[in-house]
C-alpha cells in the first residue's frame, strides 16, 4: 500500500524489521476510543470490557496489516528483491524493497502476495465465526445494531469486516494500490513496455485519487466532516503516489537502455584470494589508501571484499601470512555484488550501493567486470539526461 519516512522499530518477523511511524501511533489510538464504545454496544458490557476488545481488535487488525505486507516481503525476497523492512503508517503500511521488479511476471507476484493474504484473513475469519457462533459473527460484521454475541466473536466479525474492505480497497486497479501494480503488470506482460504500463496504471491511479477528493467532499458536506475528511486525505496521497508514478517514467525514459556495464571502472584494482595478510598492507592499502578491496579468485570470480582495518588486526596479532580468502565474510559479498547487465534505474533505488557507496559488477558467471560507486552514477545521471532531453 502507501508509506510513510522515518519509523520506530516494534518488532521483527523472519529477519525482516517492522517499524511504526508516528502518525501510527495516533491512528491506533484514535480507533480504539472509536471502537470502545461500538464494541461496548455489540456486547452489552461494560465500558472495561469494550475498551478491552476494542485494544484487542486494533492490534490484531494492524498484525493482519503486518501479515499482508510480510506477503509482498517474503514472495519480494524470495524473487532475490532485499526487504529494508516493513512500516506502518497513518493509511496502512508498506514493505520497502531494496529494488524495483525486473519483470511482469515478480510485479505480479509481489502485488497479488499481499491481497492473497488479506483475503485469506479474511476467509479465515468468516469461517471461524460461522463455526463458533452460526451466523452471529456475520451480524456484528454487517454493524447489526441488535446483534449481541461474546467477545470473540464480535472480534471475528469486525477483523473479517475490516479485512474485507481492505482488500477490496486494495485490488482496485489504481496505482499505486496493490490493484494497480497487478494492472501495471498485466499492460506489461502485454506491450513489453513498463513505462507505458506504469503511466496508464498512474492515470487510473489518480482518475481514483480524484474520485476519492469528491466522495470525500460531499460526505462533508452530508453531514459527515470527519470521514469526508479523512477520504480526501486519502485521495490526495492516492494522487500524489500516482502521479510520482507517472513523472518517473519521463525519468526512466531519458535513462532507457544504460546500464551498469556502461558506467562502471571497468579496470578495478583486484586483490588475489590468495594475497597474504602482510602483502595486501604494503601493495594495496599503504600504496591505494582505500579502506576496502575486491577480491577475485583464480577465476576472475567476485569472491568478496577485505578490509584496512581487517588486515591490521590479523597482522597485529601475529599471523601476517593468513590469506585474505580467510577474512571474507560471504554473507556480506552479496550485498557487495550486482549484475552488470542492470539498468541504471535499478541503482537509483538500490540500498546496498547507498550502504557501501559503490558496488562489484559481476557476469551470469559471478566474474568480477568492474565497480560502480555512487559518484559514477552521479555523473552518469548528469551527463545523460542533457543529452536524452535534447
Not at 517474503?74 to 525486473?102: E, H, N, P, Q
Not at 466473536?153 to 499505486?176: E, R
Request: aromatic share 10%; glycine share 10%.
Amino acid at each position: 500500500m502507501l508509506g510513510g519516512g522515518s519509523s520506530i522499530q516494534i518488532a521483527r518477523v523472519f529477519g525482516i524489521r517492522v517499524g511504526a511511524s508516528p502518525s501510527w501511533f495516533v491512528v491506533l489510538f484514535v480507533l480504539i476510543y472509536l471502537l470502545s464504545d461500538y464494541f461496548q454496544s455489540r456486547l452489552g458490557g461494560s465500558t472495561t470490557e469494550g475498551y478491552l476488545v476494542a485494544v484487542a481488535g486494533v492490534l490484531l487488525f494492524f498484525a493482519s496489516i503486518v501479515l499482508h505486507e510480510l506477503g509482498h516481503a517474503l514472495v519480494a525476497r524470495r524473487l532475490g528483491i532485499g526487504i529494508s523492512g516493513i512500516d506502518l503508517w497513518f493509511f496502512g503500511g508498506i514493505a520497502k524493497m531494496s529494488r524495483d521488479t525486473d519483470s511482469p511476471g515478480a510485479e505480479f507476484k509481489i502485488a497479488a502476495a499481499g491481497p492473497a493474504v488479506t483475503l485469506l484473513i479474511t476467509a479465515l475469519c468468516i469461517g471461524l465465526g460461522a463455526l463458533v457462533a452460526q451466523g452471529d459473527a456475520l451480524d456484528v460484521m454487517l454493524l447489526e445494531t441488535n446483534a449481541s454475541v461474546s467477545p470473540a466473536i464480535a472480534l471475528l466479525g469486525f477483523l473479517a469486516l475490516w479485512n474485507a474492505a481492505l482488500f477490496i480497497f486494495n485490488i482496485v486497479p489504481a496505482f499505486p494500490l496493490d490493484g494497480g501494480r497487478i494492472a501495471r503488470a498485466a499492460v506489461w506482460a502485454l506491450t513489453g513496455d513498463r513505462n507505458r504500463a506504469t503511466r496508464l496504471a498512474g492515470r487510473i491511479g489518480e482518475y481514483f485519487a480524484y474520485l476519492l477528493i469528491g466522495l470525500g467532499i460531499f460526505i462533508a458536506a452530508s453531514g459527515s466532516p470527519w470521514d469526508g475528511l479523512y477520504l480526501v486525505i486519502v485521495g490526495w496521497f492516492l494522487a500524489q503516489g500516482a502521479r510520482a508514478a507517472i513523472t518517473s517514467t519521463a525519468f526512466t525514459e531519458r535513462i532507457d537502455g544504460i546500464t551498469v556495464a556502461d558506467i562502471m571502472d571497468a579496470e578495478p584494482v583486484t586483490m588475489p584470494t590468495t594475497t597474504t595478510t602482510l602483502r595486501a598492507q604494503d601493495e594495496f592499502f599503504l600504496r591505494y589508501r582505500w579502506p576496502w578491496f575486491a577480491v577475485v579468485d583464480e577465476h576472475g570470480r567476485f569472491a568478496g571484499v577485505v578490509y584496512e582495518q581487517r588486515v591490521d588486526e590479523e597482522i597485529a596479532a601475529g599471523r601476517p601470512a593468513l590469506e585474505v580468502a580467510e577474512l571474507i565474510d560471504a554473507a556480506e559479498a552479496e550485498r557487495w555484488h550486482v549484475p552488470s547487465d542492470r539498468p541504471l534505474e535499478a541503482l537509483l533505488a538500490d540500498e546496498h550501493l547507498r550502504a557501501n557507496g559503490a558496488l562489484m559488477a559481476v557476469d551470469a558467471d559471478g566474474v568480477l567486470r568492474g565497480v560502480v560507486t555512487i559518484e559514477q552514477v552521479r555523473r552518469a545521471l548528469s551527463a545523460a539526461l542533457p543529452q536524452r532531453m535534447a
